[in-house]
């Protein structure tokens, strides 16, 4: 027997005062709902209802269950309603702040077909970290060192103006004795490069090729950045697809070539969440997308 059935059967024929009506209420077949009343009362082993009139009322013995009836029948509907949620609960995965929006949402769309509900949350590099550490989220794209990395992203050099083909070396922007009193051109990095493997290396080019300190400098946005790049000449730090997005001219940082490089890796808060092992293992290539990285080499089997 079917108790939360049957004690839904009870609960709907004793508001309703009918057989008929009550059955109607619970969308049931009123045959199916006198089955299961009776169900009910041989396994509780007394009769609920009166049926001696065309009335349906309580028995004292109904009356005396029909509380604990009700109450087990919520709870029934409050466990199907959260378990709804729970297969339905957002997936909340941690991405760098400047991941371009129509990839992000090719990737939800990715998701939702492993049938994942994945919610992104754009954060910068120390934040994702935190978020990762306190659970605030069930996965994150951490900022790592290429050789540590699943997805790589090669970094160069931005600037308004065509500069020619070959890279574009730092030490070009070294300021000579002309420029002693003009401001000299800065080299702007975005929040996403503010991290050791990335900002150190520049700032050992910076003082090796002799660039002052205030030439290299972290901006607050990609935005504020870019409005400098384009009033003041400077230049900023970038992969070349968001370059292309900016409308700037992209070249290698020639001292460093293709050995600097941003680096991701997707951190799982619980690896026995199915739901994170399934974008681990289904969403690469989207997650390539987001980063602007090259796919990763699919596992061979």
């Known amino acids: 027997m079917d108790l939360v059935a049957a004690c839904r059967a009870f609960v709907s024929v004793s508001e309703h005062g009918s057989f008929t009506v009550g059955a109607a209420a619970a969308r049931t077949a009123q ?9 009910l009362e041989q396994r509780l082993g007394d009769r609920l209802l009166d049926r001696s009139s065309r009335t349906v009322t309580l028995t004292p013995f109904g009356r005396d269950l029909l509380p604990t ?38 990737l939800i769309a990715d998701a939702q077909e492993e049938g994942v509900h ?48 070959g890279p574009i070396y730092l030490d070009t922007l070294r300021p000579g004795r002309s420029d002693r009193d003009r401001r000299p051109r800065r080299v702007w990095l975005q929040p ?7 900002r150190d290396r520049l700032t050992r080019l910076r003082d090796a090729v002799g660039l002052r300190p205030s030439q290299l400098t972290i901006a607050p946005t990609v935005a504020a950045a870019a409005a400098h790049v384009l009033r003041h000449d400077d230049v900023l730090l970038c992969p070349a697809p968001q370059a292309r997005e900016l409308h700037l001219h992209w070249r290698p940082l020639g001292e460093l070539g293709p050995t600097l490089a941003r680096g991701f890796s997707l951190t799982i808060t619980d690896e026995s969440d199915p739901d994170a092992t399934r974008i681990r293992h289904a969403c690469t290539d989207g997650i390539a997308h987001c980063l602007t990285a090259p796919a990763p080499p699919k596992p061979t089997t």
């Open 192 to 198: 996403e490069d503010d991290v050791p493997h990335i």
């Open 118 to 165: 994945l919610e992104p949350f754009p954060a910068g590099p120390a934040e994702r970290a935190d978020l990762v550490a306190s659970r605030q989220v069930r996965a994150a794209l951490l900022a790592v060192a290429p050789t540590e990395a699943t997805w790589t992203v090669p970094l160069g050099l931005a600037v308004a103006q065509d500069p020619g083909g």
């Open 31 to 39: 045959s199916v709902v006198s089955r299961r009343i009776a169900a």
């Open 69 to 106: 009836a009700r109450q087990l029948v919520r709870l029934a509907d409050r466990l199907e309603h959260e378990a709804e949620a729970a297969r339905h609960r957002p997936l909340r995965l941690a991405v760098p702040a400047d991941c371009p929006t129509a990839a992000l949402a090719r």
